[in-house]
């Protein structure tokens, strides 16, 4: 197996079984001797068969014998840390190692589905693989010291994702790397500004990514789409101070290969960096007015998604839209009627139909012909049900388990979903390859059979979803 693809294998391929473990209110002096028995470093701590915390020798020399303390006169849990991180045992290896870089720590509780411990994993266990790999890419990123780092270091996140592509890693897994490859880059960016130029920041705001990104479905022509939510109680000179980080961050993310959204969504611009109330009161105005510009400004924002600050701000804006959609769902219905008007480009027999743009004969935008119908019309699900979490597979799988899809219909929509992705993915990976512009058209006469009759399904499951957003949203009655 191609050393990149380790990292695409699940935990528990990787993981220490027989964990050893002591219990919260077990005597510390108890824990250090059967640690000294065992030669180990560190002990989870458990209720049960679930994970509480973790205790290590560090924490003994820096809690207890630094300050002098009687270890004679201490339970496990009072120098314990807690809660221990966990990851599932199903989850990719580098969503492990994401996990730890973004939390600055080196070791990972493994848990089954139901949450019980079944091992643990350290970064000292990711470092046996070979170097050349995504988790090397991510301790680059770590190290990077300046913008030209990390230039080169976004150009190499393509470079792996073109050098990817020509294995059989599935569509979803490499979405989900390229996302957390990017967010990488972007907290090693804030924490560089921060080091360097905005030491004083307020604590008060939060930096959000929102559209695809948001969503975590960027592929290798994703722009930006970004903004400021900072606290109403912030003062002027607060405010001026988060302005010029805001300026300073997109122009750096410009400077460093990041395309800047054409449209100006991005957090320099004062209309995308707003207080919370005043980003409530615009969201009220959209939602209360949907209009077609307003339809496109509320729809991408309700995929916002923290990527760095307070969480707090973020959580009091996505509890606005819930609450304030619950009250009146007539934006969700415009937006769902909005989808609408990207039909499959399917003639008659069931004949794909190319653009009747001269430029593009013999292609499609696969963004229109089918991806956008199916993101929106699954996000007006998901606002409906008052549950907007995770991308647009996430939430096909959360809408079946809540009863609103059934089964044939969320496993026409995954798999039409993955394989129109996938199309776009390979032409962005080809243009790349061949040093064109990354656009949405596929040539259809560059697929093979199989890949036709399968696009041809695809988009007849796009078409089945939206009679039945038309029928679930009753929008004949729309006008």
């Given at each position: 197996?191609?050393e ?7 935990v ?39 994970p ?30 807690a ?11 580098y ?6 870089s973004?939390a600055?720590i ?31 890419l ?28 020509g ?7 490499m979405?989900?790397?390229?996302a ?37 479905e ?7 789409d ?25 122009n750096?993310?410009i400077?460093?290969?990041v ?26 105005r ?14 991408m924002?309700v ?38 008007g ?13 653009s009747?743009?001269?430029?593009h004969?013999g ?26 979490d ?19 219909m ?20 080809e ?9 949405n058209y ?8 199989m ?5 041809h ?23």
């Open positions: 197996m191609a990149e693809n380790q990292f695409f294998r699940p528990t391929d990787f993981c220490r079984r027989g964990v050893v473990t002591c219990g919260a209110d077990d005597k510390l002096v108890d824990v250090v001797a059967i640690m000294r028995e065992r030669n180990i470093s560190s002990i989870v701590v458990t209720a049960g068969d679930k509480l915390g973790i205790f290590t020798d560090r924490d003994l020399r820096n809690k207890v014998v630094a300050l002098g303390l009687d270890p004679n006169t201490l339970a496990v849990r009072d120098i314990m840390n809660p221990l991180a966990v990851i599932r045992e199903d989850d990719f290896l969503e492990a190692l994401y996990r730890m973004r600055g080196h070791r990972l509780g493994v848990v089954d589905r139901q949450g019980a411990l079944v091992g643990i994993i350290t970064d000292t266990d990711i470092l046996k693989l070979q170097a050349h790999s995504p988790h090397q991510v301790l680059d990123i770590e190290k990077a010291e300046t913008l030209d780092d990390l230039a080169v270091l976004h150009k190499r996140i393509e470079a792996l994702v073109v050098h990817l592509s294995t059989n890693l599935q569509t979803r897994d979405v989900r790397l390229i957390n490859l990017n967010d990488q880059i972007l907290l090693r960016l804030i924490a560089l500004l921060r080091r360097e130029r905005f030491a004083d920041l307020p604590e008060g705001f939060a930096f959000v990514v929102m559209g695809s990104e948001g969503r975590s960027q592929t290798l022509s994703t722009d930006q970004n903004a400021i939510v900072y606290a109403d109680t912030l003062g002027a000179d607060e405010v001026a101070q988060v302005e010029a980080f805001s300026q300073a961050l997109i750096a993310l400077e460093i290969g395309p800047p959204c054409p449209g100006g969504i991005m957090a320099k611009n004062p209309e995308w960096r707003r207080s919370l109330g005043k980003w409530k009161g615009e969201i009220s959209w939602f209360d007015t949907p209009t077609p510009d307003n339809i496109m400004m509320g729809s924002f995929d916002l998604r923290l990527i760095y600050g307070d969480a707090a701000l973020v959580e009091a804006l996505k509890s606005h839209i819930f609450t304030h959609l619950a009250k009146d769902r007539g934006f969700i219905m415009r937006m769902a009627q909005n989808m609408m990207f039909k499959p480009p399917l003639g008659w027999f069931g004949k794909i139909k190319s009747s743009d001269p430029a004969r292609e499609i935008d696969i963004k229109k012909a089918g991806i956008f119908a199916i993101t929106d019309g699954i996000k007006a699900l998901s606002l409906e049900a008052g549950k907007l995770g991308g647009t597979l996430d939430r096909i799988d959360s809408l079946h388990a809540g009863g609103v899809l059934k089964s044939e969320a496993e026409d929509l995954d798999a039409s979903f993955e394989f129109l992705v996938h199309l776009r993915l390979r032409g962005h990976v243009a790349v390859t061949e040093g064109r512009t990354t656009s596929i040539r259809l006469d560059e697929l093979n059979r890949e036709s009759a399968r696009l399904s695809a988009l007849e499951g796009v078409a089945r979803f939206q009679q039945f957003i038309q029928h679930h949203f009753s929008l004949n009655l729309l006008r």
